[in-house]
């Protein structure tokens, strides 16, 4: 080979990712082919925000994704990984609201029109950025197939589904409580809500008892701004304290209007005074009590937060002039009003320091107000019935299969959907009011006209609803609407129901029951047979990345630095079931190493003239130690196929780590180093093969090690001529030769064992590297006349001798095979043994004692409650460390009779 088609001495990323990148995308390589007639085989890709940028979560979900997309596209499927970004209705407003903010422009001064004008320009700018980024992380999607959640034939679906559930009473109207963000102006999802922890007050108020001078019922709230809207006091129906209160009324500090006293069971005996203030259009559990107890709701608070007395007025006519004096005071100077009122008045019995939960707007950053507004709302107890039977009958599994229990605890407690927000960009509802407010739902606005016409008899104008669907309800659609539903297309026939979802436990209910509703209700099937739950990334103190916490890791300056392939490795080789991931830079370089060994055993067989061998035949192998390293193949094909079948990737990066680091290079390179030079000690057919084995050997590698680094081993099959003109993408999964297990691997596997042994003798007890030692044993075994020039060259053994009777003193005793086999290597002069003997018996004392301490933190029950999760799990590491290095000393001791 020309030295200067040689590989380099390093393996450059950024030299060949965009060009490898641009090669496979520009050809097809990641495209379906619906006409090949091979089985279909899909991924939909959870669409990121059009706004996005690549974030650790994202490289976490889209490598094991595009794993498996290229596993199964090796394989033979065909493999179609469906990509799409997802309009994201209030994170994509308020970027264009900030621009125009910048020119001085407000959205409601440009109009609704204008502004959706300006959004699409926005998207057709800067929309793409994501989509750009998944390409840096060598995401094979097919792309060619882009779909966007406010395209049109995915409008034309959501437009469909909204109109059938509502003609099916699925969905509807009403007038209950939302989270309501103050500051955007708009109902929110639960996903949407940031609970922050607040340094707050409780405060102990005091509710005079109706005909009972000078008696009191106490409650204790946090938000003594909403008691202006309090129908009721409710208590525990077994608290013996209140019993006697329960069908009588209090009053209303402040306000003077009289209120039942009910027995609830949400009151909790245990929890402040155990009587709870009920205010149902300001709190989601209260809303609950009311419903039950048939009581009023009215607001106190208006969509700014501010205090509203309009639907107080009707129950209180005449208002006490402090209260009336707090309309249109924000809510939080109305709280400092009020309670100072309740001191002065004497009804404020106590305040306390109270640390607690509060919701914010995770874009907005204010506090959000459980508010009773008109909305939409889905029937999703309804439409939840066969995704949970989906589930139950094992026709969609979980994997880890404990999240299925997540599952169910939310599906079968699940409330209405709001479906409805309140803003300009996203799927407008197709709703029309008449003139008395009469509603008329339909796919469009002619549609909606001749069912006012035969509803009202006559031509009358109408009004679409301002308000646009919840982002979630469109991505629900996703698997289906994707694929041309409602049109039946080849497409949606082939492609669904898909193969597994991928995708984090955080949105387990947001996104994945809302599909599995969805594709329930309106496909013959559910929309994927496995979902693989993964967990979250954290930094390498296993801390959530949060920007205030300073501790974001951004991955497409660790693709600068390390390249693609070394972040894939890492994520995947850490990708344990139900786990979350510990990342930092340092791993990461850390298992840049791997890449660089691949890239380095290459370069090895370069230098010596190991090539594809187009004739050779796997089953002609003759020696044992082509016999064994193809055995190994086999076996680390079978282990690493087993791995993705049952999703887990940590075993399959293991799989691959240890037949690339281990078998291949620390054994089978070395073994094979001196025969590729010394021509007389080994015959020509001797070096052909073996040439010829590492080669099979190293396209094996490549071929395992795709799916999780795409760019250096499309490099190196490129280099060495694997499959002729064909690229690595496009090559086959590797399959067993279908050799049965040579007899003669245990000779090859015991030589490994001693040299392991002598290895690890040497490191516990500090003989210099460079010193050679000589090794006895005393009963004649093969392994010790066969691997004779092995065992010296790889364990820095001088000489071998079989020796007769006892071995002279100064000698540790190393035994493998179970104890079956012994040698011997004297030390007496080469290291001070009654030194070494004193000192591992400090450290051995020195790790027992890191044991107990670990062992005694991990036995206290207040340790392991109030830790968190990743402190306990690092506890136990350090104590399983500790046990392990203990052993370990021990051992050594035993070998030289400490």
């Known amino acids: 080979m020309p030295e200067h088609d040689r590989l380099d001495k390093n393996f450059s990323p950024r030299a060949v990712e965009a060009r490898l990148y641009e090669f496979w995308e520009n050809s097809g390589a990641f495209a379906a082919d619906p006409a090949s007639g091979n089985p279909p085989y899909t991924i939909m890709i959870p669409p990121p925000n059009v706004t996005g940028s690549l974030h650790m979560g994202h490289a976490l979900t889209f490598t094991l994704q595009d794993i498996l997309i290229r596993w199964k596209r090796m394989a033979g499927f065909d493999a179609l990984w469906q990509p799409g970004t997802d309009h994201a209705g209030i994170a994509t407003q308020m970027v264009v609201e900030r621009l125009l903010a910048a020119e001085g422009v407000s959205r409601k001064a440009l109009g609704r029109?204008?502004?959706?004008?300006?959004?699409?320009?926005?998207?057709?700018?800067?929309?793409?950025?994501?989509?750009?980024?998944?390409?840096?992380?060598?995401?094979?999607?097919?792309?060619?197939?882009?779909?966007?959640?406010?395209?049109?034939?995915?409008?034309?679906?959501?437009?469909?589904?909204?109109?059938?559930?509502?003609?099916?009473?699925?969905?509807?109207?009403?007038?209950?409580?939302?989270?309501?963000?103050?500051?955007?102006?708009?109902?929110?999802?639960?996903?949407?809500?940031?609970?922050?922890?607040?340094?707050?007050?409780?405060?102990?108020?005091?509710?005079?008892?109706?005909?009972?001078?000078?008696?009191?019922?106490?409650?204790?709230?946090?938000?003594?701004?909403?008691?202006?809207?309090?129908?009721?006091?409710?208590?525990?129906?077994?608290?013996?304290?209140?019993?006697?209160?329960?069908?009588?009324?209090?009053?209303?500090?402040?306000?003077?209007?009289?209120?039942?006293?009910?027995?609830?069971?949400?009151?909790?005996?245990?929890?402040?005074?155990?009587?709870?203030?009920?205010?149902?259009?300001?709190?989601?559990?209260?809303?609950?009590?009311?419903?039950?107890?048939?009581?009023?709701?009215?607001?106190?608070?208006?969509?700014?937060?501010?205090?509203?007395?309009?639907?107080?007025?009707?129950?209180?006519?005449?208002?006490?002039?402090?209260?009336?004096?707090?309309?249109?005071?924000?809510?939080?100077?109305?709280?400092?009003?009020?309670?100072?009122?309740?001191?002065?008045?004497?009804?404020?019995?106590?305040t306390e320091p109270h640390t607690h939960q509060v919701p914010h707007g995770d874009r907005s950053g204010v506090v959000i107000e459980p508010l009773l507004t008109w909305q939409w709302f889905a029937d999703a107890s309804v439409l939840a019935k066969a995704a949970i039977e989906a589930v139950e009958s094992g026709k969609t599994r979980f994997v880890p299969e404990q999240w299925q229990n997540t599952f169910f605890a939310w599906m079968r407690e699940i409330e209405p959907w709001c479906v409805s927000r309140q803003l300009w960009w996203g799927h407008r509802i197709p709703a029309w009011y008449g003139p008395k407010g009469e509603i008329f739902v339909a796919e469009s606005a002619e549609e909606a006209h001749r069912l006012a016409r035969e509803s009202l008899g006559r031509e009358v104008e109408l009004r679409q609803d301002e308000d646009v669907l919840d982002t979630w309800f469109s991505s629900a659609l996703w698997p289906f609407s994707t694929l041309g539903w409602p049109e039946e297309t080849p497409e949606l026939k082939r492609y669904y129901p898909t193969d597994v979802l991928v995708t984090g436990f955080d949105i387990i209910f947001f996104w994945v029951a809302r599909m599995m509703m969805m594709g329930s209700h309106f496909m013959p099937d559910v929309p994927f047979r496995d979902v693989y739950i993964h967990g979250l990334v954290r930094d390498e103190r296993g801390q959530k990345m949060s920007k205030s916490k300073g501790n974001v890791i951004d991955p497409l300056a660790l693709i600068d630095e390390f390249g693609a392939d070394a972040l894939r490795f890492t994520i995947c080789a850490a990708a344990g079931p139900g786990r979350d991931i510990k990342l930092g830079r340092q791993r990461i370089e850390h298992q840049r190493s791997f890449v660089t060994k691949l890239w380095n055993a290459a370069r090895f067989c370069e230098m010596n003239e190991i090539k594809p061998d187009a004739g050779f035949d796997p089953a002609s192998a003759r020696h044992v130690l082509s016999r064994w390293i193809l055995d190994a193949a086999n076996a680390a094909i079978e282990e690493a196929t087993k791995a993705l079948e049952a999703y887990r990737f940590d075993e399959y990066a293991q799989t691959c780590y240890r037949f690339l680091w281990n078998t291949y290079c620390d054994w089978y390179l070395e073994f094979i180093k001196p025969v590729l030079i010394e021509t007389d000690r080994y015959s020509a057919e001797y070096r052909r093969e073996f040439r010829a084995v590492a080669a099979h050997a190293?396209?094996?590698?490549?071929?395992?090690?795709?799916?999780?680094?795409?760019?250096?081993?499309?490099?190196?099959?490129?280099?060495?001529?694997?499959?002729?003109?064909?690229?690595?993408?496009?090559?086959a999964w590797p399959a067993g030769s279908?050799?049965?297990?040579?007899?003669?691997?245990?000779?090859?596997?015991?030589?490994?064992?001693?040299?392991?042994?002598?290895?690890?003798?040497?490191?516990?007890?500090?003989?210099?590297?460079?010193?050679?030692?000589?090794?006895?044993?005393?009963?004649?075994?093969?392994?010790?006349?066969?691997?004779?020039?092995?065992?010296?060259?790889?364990?820095?053994?001088?000489?071998?001798?079989?020796?007769?009777?006892?071995?002279?003193?100064?000698?540790?005793?190393?035994?493998?095979?179970?104890?079956a086999t012994r040698a011997f290597l004297?030390?007496?002069?080469?290291?001070?043994?009654?030194?070494?003997?004193?000192?591992?018996?400090?450290?051995?004392?020195?790790?027992?004692?890191?044991?107990e301490r670990h062992s005694r933190k991990l036995g206290n029950p207040d340790f392991t409650r109030r830790a968190p999760p990743e402190i306990v799990e690092e506890t136990e590491k350090k104590m399983s460390a500790a046990s392990h290095e203990g052993q370990s000393i021990e051992d050594a001791l035993r070998r030289i009779g400490g």
Request: proline content about 6%; aromatic content about 8%; hydrophobic content about 40%.
């Open 826 to 851: 004297p030390l007496a002069g080469v290291i001070d043994l009654d030194a070494e003997r004193a000192r591992l018996r400090k450290k051995r004392d020195e790790a027992n004692a890191e044991f």
């Open 113 to 350: 029109e204008k502004f959706l004008e300006r959004v699409w320009q926005w998207k057709a700018e800067s929309g793409g950025q994501i989509t750009q980024q998944l390409r840096r992380l060598g995401a094979s999607l097919d792309w060619r197939r882009e779909r966007f959640t406010l395209d049109e034939g995915l409008s034309a679906a959501v437009r469909k589904v909204f109109v059938q559930l509502f003609r099916e009473k699925l969905i509807y109207r009403d007038h209950r409580l939302v989270n309501w963000d103050p500051k955007l102006q708009t109902a929110i999802s639960d996903l949407e809500v940031e609970n922050r922890e607040v340094k707050g007050h409780l405060w102990y108020i005091r509710y005079p008892i109706v005909g009972e001078d000078g008696r009191f019922l106490t409650v204790a709230t946090t938000r003594p701004e909403t008691m202006l809207g309090d129908v009721a006091v409710a208590v525990h129906p077994e608290d013996a304290r209140y019993r006697d209160l329960i069908g009588k009324r209090a009053i209303l500090p402040l306000v003077g209007r009289e209120i039942p006293i009910i027995a609830d069971e949400y009151s909790d005996p245990e929890k402040g005074t155990g009587a709870v203030k009920i205010t149902p259009a300001h709190d989601f559990n209260d809303f609950k009590v009311g419903e039950r107890h048939r009581l009023p709701m009215p607001s106190v608070l208006d969509r700014q937060a501010r205090v509203s007395l309009s639907e107080l007025r009707q129950f209180c006519p005449d208002l006490p002039e402090f209260v009336e004096a707090l309309d249109g005071t924000d809510r939080f100077e109305a709280r400092k009003r009020i309670v100072e009122r309740l001191e002065e008045i004497g009804l404020l019995k106590t």
């Open 738 to 819: 279908g050799r049965e297990r040579s007899e003669s691997h245990s000779d090859v596997e015991r030589a490994i064992a001693l040299i392991s042994e002598i290895r690890a003798t040497r490191a516990v007890l500090n003989v210099p590297p460079s010193r050679q030692i000589p090794l006895l044993y005393q009963t004649s075994v093969p392994l010790f006349e066969l691997w004779n020039s092995e065992i010296c060259r790889l364990g820095r053994i001088s000489q071998i001798d079989l020796i007769e009777g006892a071995p002279p003193a100064g000698c540790v005793q190393i035994t493998i095979d179970n104890g």
């Open 698 to 731: 190293l396209g094996i590698i490549l071929r395992l090690l795709h799916p999780v680094m795409p760019f250096v081993t499309e490099t190196l099959w490129g280099h060495f001529g694997f499959g002729a003109a064909g690229s690595l993408i496009r090559a």
